[in-house]
């Protein structure tokens, strides 16, 4: 079965850190971090692949670092400078191989919230 395990949610204060991290169940293509806040749609936040190349949404540049280990299928996300707008639910994303081919799947989201 595939599945995209997240994990590092939680409360934090403005400035504070957290780190988020996503355990993908078979080789992995793109991974990225999505989030979606009360109201808004869902928007990338973050995107690495395989290479090591990373796209990151202006809102977030400076403050979050996207990486991954390709041995053990794994994307984290660093998030420093933590702000109120930064509350969302936060959804791991990866184009994992199955059965010859690359599907897209989603884990199932972990909270962010970011609030005195």
């Known amino acids: 079965q595939v599945q995209l395990v997240e994990s590092g949610g939680g409360l934090v204060q403005p400035g504070g850190s957290l780190r988020l991290s996503c355990a993908a169940s078979?080789?992995?293509?793109?991974m990225a971090w999505y989030r979606q806040a009360p109201g808004k749609q869902r928007e990338l936040v973050a995107a690495i692949t395989r290479g090591g190349s990373t796209n990151y949404a202006d809102s977030v540049k400076g403050r979050l670092t996207i990486s991954r280990n390709n041995a053990k299928n794994t994307v984290n996300l660093q998030m420093n400078s933590l702000k109120p707008e930064d509350t969302a639910v936060y959804y791991c994303n990866a184009a994992i191989l199955v059965g010859g081919s690359y599907g897209n799947y989603w884990g199932q989201g972990t909270q962010v919230t970011v609030s005195s």
């Open positions: 078979g080789t992995t293509f793109s």
